[in-house]
């Protein structure tokens, strides 16, 4: 990495960071509202948990843009944090903040899908107690 592409991104993330800071959205800024109609509340809980998610994702953002600012600052910026690989110059065209390599990257991703399918599928559960109960009418 040249000392002008470094320059280049350095710019673009101290950008970053100033938008992010101004939007300055906290979760204080959420509010809870009420309802006795049931509908009506879930619609306002689904409300606020979009405006959670949103939040969390700007938030990692913002820590995403810190450390690459500081891997900068350190000379590391534009490898890969997990396995010190080159991270390609188009991937860091378009997240500068990244610290993952495309191959990196796609493993976590694959890990939070696995992961949140088998938490937001009850019925794979069930499926295991179900052969436990099997295994317990076989053996007796
Ligand atoms: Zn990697």
Same mark, same amino acid.
């Given at each position: 990495?040249?000392?002008?592409?470094?320059?280049?991104?350095? &710019?673009?993330?101290?950008?970053?960071?100033?938008?992010?800071?101004?939007?300055?959205?906290?979760?204080?800024? !959420?509010?809870? &509202?009420?309802?006795?109609?049931?509908?009506?509340?879930?619609?306002?809980?689904?409300?606020?948990?979009?405006?959670?998610?949103?939040?969390?994702?700007?938030?990692?953002?913002?820590? +995403?843009?810190?450390?690459?600012?500081?891997? !900068?600052?350190?000379?590391?910026? +534009?490898?890969?944090?997990?396995?010190?690989? &080159?991270?390609?110059?188009?991937?860091?065209?378009?997240? /500068?903040?990244? /610290?993952?390599?495309?191959?990196?990257?796609?493993?976590?991703?694959? +890990?939070?899908?696995?992961?949140?399918?088998?938490?937001?599928? /009850?019925?794979?559960?069930?499926?295991?107690?179900?052969? +436990?109960?099997?295994?317990?009418?076989?053996?007796?």
């Amino acid at each position: 990495m040249t000392r002008t592409n470094l320059a280049g991104f350095a &710019e673009v993330l101290r950008a970053k960071q100033i938008e992010l800071s101004r939007s300055g959205r906290s979760l204080d800024s !959420i509010v809870i &509202e009420r309802s006795a109609d049931v509908l009506e509340e879930a619609q306002y809980k689904s409300a606020r948990e979009l405006a959670i998610a949103g939040l969390n994702r700007e938030a990692s953002v913002r820590r +995403g843009v810190a450390m690459a600012l500081a891997r !900068i600052q350190n000379g590391t910026f +534009g490898s890969c944090v997990c396995c010190g690989g &080159e991270i390609s110059q188009r991937r860091l065209d378009a997240v /500068p903040w990244t /610290p993952f390599c495309i191959r990196c990257q796609e493993a976590a991703d694959l +890990g939070e899908r696995v992961f949140s399918e088998v938490s937001s599928n /009850p019925s794979w559960a069930r499926r295991d107690h179900l052969a +436990g109960a099997h295994f317990a009418v076989m053996s007796a």
